[in-house]
T-cell receptor, first 113, second 117 residues
Framework: KQEVTQIPAALSVPEGENLVLNCSFTDSAIYNLQWFRQDPGKGLTSLLLIQSSQREQTSGRLNASLDKSSGRSTLYIAASQPGDSATYLCAGIRGAGSYQLTFGKGTKLSVIP | DTGVSQDPRHKITKRGQNVTFRCDPISEHNRLYWYRQTLGQGPEFLTY????????KSRLLSDRFSAERPKGSFSTLEIQRTEQGDSAMYLCASSSTAVGAADYGYTFGSGTRLTVV
C-alpha cells in the first residue's frame, strides 16, 4: 500500500523567506503527482500537476519537482507572503490505469508578516 | 464552468439520521470521486465513478454508505443511520480521461462538512 509522508508537519516562516516542502512515497512507482493547497475548513485547490513525462512544473512563485527514482517531490515557494498561509498537500497516482490519489497529511504553513 | 460544486456546505445531524450530499462535477469530466477527510489527516478515497458506473469502492465505505451517479452527471452520497465517527469533511472531485486533455489532474469541490451530534 502506498504511503505518503510530508515533512515538516508544520512550518512557520517570516514574510519574504523562500521555503521548501517535502513529500515522499514508500512506493516510487508514481505516475502523476499533484500539489494542493487547503485553507482551514475549505476544499482543495490544485496548485501544480506533474505528469508522468515531466520532472517539474512552475507556476508563479511555486515550483514543484518530482524524482521518481527516489519517490520524492518538493514544493518550492519563493518570497513567501502571509496569503500563502495554508496546509499544503501532495498526492500521487500510482499508475496510468489507476484513479486513486494517495495523500499525505499535509504541511501547515504559517507566514508571519 | 465554475468548477466542482458541492451542496450543502455544512450539515449538522443527530446520530441515527440519514443524510445526503450532492456533487456537481465539471461538465466535461467523466470521472467523479468521493473522498473523506478527518481533522489533521489527508483525504482518503471512498469511491469513484466513470460516467454512471461505480467502478470501485473503498473498504472505508461501509454498508451504511451509498453513492449514485444516475445520469453520469451529478452524484449523491447518502449515509444512513449516521454515527459520530462519520463526522468529517466529504470532498468530491472530478477528472477527465479524454485523449488530448491538457490536464489529467483532479479538481476538488469545497466539500461538505458533516457533524454528527
Amino acid at each position: 500500500k502506498q504511503e505518503v509522508t510530508q515533512i515538516p508537519a508544520a512550518l512557520s516562516v517570516p514574510e519574504g523567506e523562500n521555503l521548501v516542502l517535502n513529500c515522499s512515497f514508500t512506493d516510487s512507482a508514481i505516475y502523476n503527482l499533484q500539489w494542493f493547497r487547503q485553507d482551514p475548513g475549505k476544499g482543495l485547490t490544485s496548485l501544480l500537476l506533474i505528469q508522468s513525462s515531466q520532472r517539474e512544473q512552475t507556476s508563479g512563485r511555486l515550483n514543484a519537482s518530482l524524482d521518481k527514482s527516489s519517490g520524492r517531490s518538493t514544493l518550492y515557494i519563493a518570497a513567501s507572503q502571509p496569503g500563502d498561509s495554508a496546509t499544503y498537500l501532495c498526492a500521487g497516482i500510482r499508475g496510468a490505469g489507476s484513479y486513486q490519489l494517495t495523500f499525505g497529511k499535509g504541511t501547515k504553513l504559517s507566514v508571519i508578516p | 464552468d465554475t468548477g466542482v460544486s458541492q451542496d450543502p456546505r455544512h450539515k449538522i445531524t443527530k446520530r441515527g439520521q440519514n443524510v445526503t450530499f450532492r456533487c456537481d462535477p465539471i461538465s466535461e469530466h467523466n470521472r467523479l470521486y468521493w473522498y473523506r477527510q478527518t481533522l489533521g489527516q489527508g483525504p482518503e478515497f471512498l469511491t469513484y465513478f466513470q460516467n454512471e458506473a461505480q467502478l470501485e469502492k473503498s473498504r472505508l465505505l461501509s454498508d451504511r454508505f451509498s453513492a449514485e451517479r444516475p445520469k453520469g452527471s451529478f452524484s449523491t452520497l447518502e449515509i444512513q443511520r449516521t454515527e459520530q465517527g462519520d463526522s468529517a469533511m466529504y470532498l468530491c472531485a472530478s477528472s477527465s480521461t479524454a485523449v488530448g486533455a491538457a490536464d489529467y489532474g483532479y479538481t476538488f469541490g469545497s466539500g461538505t462538512r458533516l457533524t454528527v451530534v
